[in-house]
Structures are given as structure tokens and as C-alpha cells.
């Protein structure tokens, strides 16, 4: 069962260009999330969907970020207008649609804004 | 505001010995709560959860501690061995299995010295 799958692993992006990072999540899980790392902080949880459903995106900043969860296909995270301080680790976990809270996670996509 | 506090930036431990990293909370909402190892440019990897409802889960080498009165787990891992050495992040949800995010601490990197 291959794991949660997210490309690409390097993105590097120069100021006011956009990002698409992509997350494929583990072969039977329907729930997916995004978290963020800075450097030297700890995982911030960013959006939290299921199939074509937001339901939670509490995390997002407000603008120039968004997220979606096709029917088909890998779930998306975009960024438009990149600025330096989106440079960060961007993980994508998934998890079962009934399970004890467990998510697994992505190797993760390391974005540099130029 | 930090909810989930890890307040020992790393810890150093000989092998063979036990290593203790521990984790506080200040949300009483929390009900569930995991520890992730993570690897440089890897991933967060599920290491053990424990529900509320329990003060203590065991999995071979990994023991985590849930004191609700003092808001406070710990993860202990014996024997240690260098391969266990990486960050280790605690991290806390709300509500019934696989309802959302996950809240994290800042990590402790553990060595462990051969």
C-alpha cells in the first residue's frame, strides 16, 4: 500500500509567481490535510478536506491561498503571489474515513520564494 | 498561542538507556493525543496515540504517559537506540476520531549516543 504521495519534493518559486504543490493520499483514505513548517517551529495545521468539500480552513491565511480536494485526481494547495515568508516545508497528511485520529504524512514539499 | 508545549528543545541520552521527552497541554478540549518522529527532509512518521479515556498505551519499545489533572504526556523509549535519534513531536486534537487538525509542539530532538 504505497504511502501518502506528494510532488513536487523541491519547488523553488521567485516572488509573485505562483505554487501548486500536490498530494496524492493513501489508497483508501478520503480525508486529506495540509500543514506548514517554518524553520525551527513545529507543524501548523493549514486546511482540512474531504472529496470536493472544505471543512476546515481555519489555518489558511486569508489571502493568496486556497485548496482543493477533486472527486478525481490529487489535492492541490496553491499559492499565488509568492513572497519570501511562504518559503517553508508544506505537508500533506491523509487519514480513513473512520479511524482513531492517526494521519500519515507526505515526505513533504520544500518551497524557496526568491 | 501555543497549546501544545514542548519545552526541551533536544535531549541527550546514552544507548540503552531510557529516553523521556515530555509534552504539556493547556486546551482541556484535547481528547486525543499522538507522537510523530521525524526524520530530516522526511515526513512526520505515527510512532503511538493515546486516548483520554487511558494513562498509558504501550507498543514495544514506546510507552506514552497521560496525566489529565496535570495536562502533561510523556513518551518513553527503552532501551534507546541511535536509530531512534530525530525530532519528536507531540500532538493533540479534539472531538471524535478523525475529525481534523491536528495541534503540534515545537519538537525535541532526541540523540542518542552509541
Same mark, same amino acid.
Given at each position: 500500500n504505497a504511502g501518502v504521495m506528494q510532488n513536487p519534493r523541491h519547488l523553488v518559486r521567485r516572488r509573485g509567481q505562483e505554487a501548486r504543490l500536490r498530494c496524492s493520499p493513501m489508497k483508501g483514505h478520503s480525508h486529506v490535510y495540509w500543514y506548514r513548517q517554518l524553520p525551527e517551529e513545529g507543524l501548523k495545521f493549514m486546511v482540512y478536506l474531504q472529496k470536493e468539500n472544505i471543512?476546515?480552513? %481555519?489555518?489558511?491565511?486569508?489571502? +493568496?491561498f486556497s485548496a482543493e480536494f477533486p472527486k478525481e485526481g490529487p489535492s492541490i494547495l496553491r499559492i499565488q503571489?509568492?513572497? +519570501?515568508?511562504?518559503s517553508a516545508a508544506y505537508f500533506c497528511a491523509s487519514s480513513p474515513? %473512520?479511524?482513531?485520529g492517526e494521519q500519515y504524512f507526505g515526505p513533504g514539499t520544500r518551497l524557496t520564494v526568491t | 498561542d501555543q497549546q501544545v508545549k514542548q519545552n526541551s528543545p533536544s535531549l541527550s541520552v546514552q544507548e540503552g538507556r531510557i529516553s523521556i521527552l515530555n509534552c504539556d497541554y493547556?486546551?482541556?478540549?484535547?481528547?486525543y493525543f499522538l507522537w510523530y518522529k521525524k526524520y530530516p527532509a522526511e515526513g512526520p512518521t505515527f510512532l503511538i496515540s493515546i486516548s483520554s479515556i487511558k494513562d498509558k498505551n504501550e507498543d514495544g519499545r514506546f510507552t506514552v504517559f497521560l496525566n489529565k489533572s496535570a495536562k502533561h504526556l510523556s513518551l518513553h523509549i527503552?532501551?534507546?537506540?541511535?536509530?531512534?535519534s530525530a525530532v519528536y513531536f507531540c500532538a493533540a486534537s479534539t472531538g471524535s476520531s478523525n475529525t481534523g487538525k491536528l495541534i503540534f509542539g515545537q519538537g525535541t530532538t532526541l540523540q542518542v549516543k552509541p
Open positions: 471543512i476546515d480552513e %481555519s489555518g489558511m491565511p486569508k489571502e +493568496r503571489q509568492v513572497v +519570501r515568508g511562504d474515513a %473512520s479511524g482513531r | 493547556t486546551n482541556s478540549m484535547f481528547d527503552v532501551p534507546s537506540q541511535p536509530g531512534d
